[in-house]
């Protein structure tokens, strides 16, 4: 069973940095693709980055130039950093990784960010 735990949200102004935290353990692809995805408040859920184990990243457009996501397979650990933030940033900031191999997605529980203007 695969298991994933968010951390580093928090309580930022406007313009203030964050980095995410998401774990990963338990058994799993080496082939997968790792996403985080924001939950904003009364919101569908929505995909705001994702990387594949073979390097390739996508962003929504609302986050290019401001947020990156990046991988440390020594430690099951994908990282978000966002950057300039802003208020409509805020939101449940959720991981997920994709097994391609089983075609499911494993959740984490989410970590709050709330940004302030």
């Known amino acids: 069973q695969v298991q994933l735990v968010e951390s580093g949200g928090g309580l930022v102004q406007a313009g203030g940095s964050l980095r995410l935290s998401c774990v990963a353990s338990?058994?799993?692809?080496?082939?997968?693709?790792m996403r985080w995805y924001q939950q904003a408040p009364q919101k569908r859920r929505e995909l705001v980055a994702s990387l594949t184990s073979g390097g390739n990243t996508n962003y929504v457009d609302s986050v290019k130039g401001r947020f990156t996501i990046s991988r440390d397979n020594a430690k099951s650990t994908v990282y978000l950093q966002m950057n300039s933030l802003k208020p409509e940033d805020t939101g449940v900031y959720y991981c997920?990784?994709?097994?391609?191999?089983?075609?499911?997605?494993?959740w984490g529980q989410g970590t709050q960010v709330t940004v302030s203007s």
């Open positions: 997920a990784l994709y097994s391609i191999q089983e075609g499911r997605y494993y």
């Open positions: 338990g058994r799993f692809d080496s082939i997968n693709v």
